[in-house]
Nanobody, 127 residues
């Protein structure tokens, strides 16, 4: 299976920024969808952002809209999540996800439905 590897997590104060990266081990996801979801301790997983590979449109959960930006590298095997104006409630393990089949959720392709996922990277935001 194609490996997805996240990087870029860390600790930051509220109002700060972080950029997460996710690299796929090959170019399988030049088509399909890629995205990010997160999970905080004791809470359900939450889809954060997604895109159609090679497309122009990006999609966001309301909780991050206007603060997070998802983008894809030119080779289409890397996806980024630029996070700005971070809040303590953004603290979670962030996972990259991808699939050749894009199932649409309430706000766009649903990262929670993507079959391939990375191991996650921790983001901690202190107040």
């Amino acid at each position: 299976q194609v490996r997805l590897e996240e990087s870029g997590g860390g600790s930051v104060q509220a109002g700060g920024s972080l950029r997460l990266s996710c690299a796929a081990s090959d170019h399988t996801y030049r088509s399909g969808c890629m995205g990010w979801f997160r999970q905080a301790p004791g809470q359900e997983r939450e889809g954060v952002a997604s895109l159609y590979s090679g497309g122009d449109s990006t999609f966001y959960a309301d909780s991050v809209k206007g603060r997070f930006t998802i983008s894809q590298g030119d080779a289409k095997n890397t996806v980024y999540l630029q996070m700005a104006n971070l809040k303590p409630e953004d603290t979670a393990m962030y996972y990259c996800a991808a699939d050749l089949l894009c199932i649409r959720g309430s706000w766009g392709p649903d990262p929670l439905s993507f079959s391939n996922r990375g191991q996650g990277t921790q983001v901690t935001v202190s107040s």
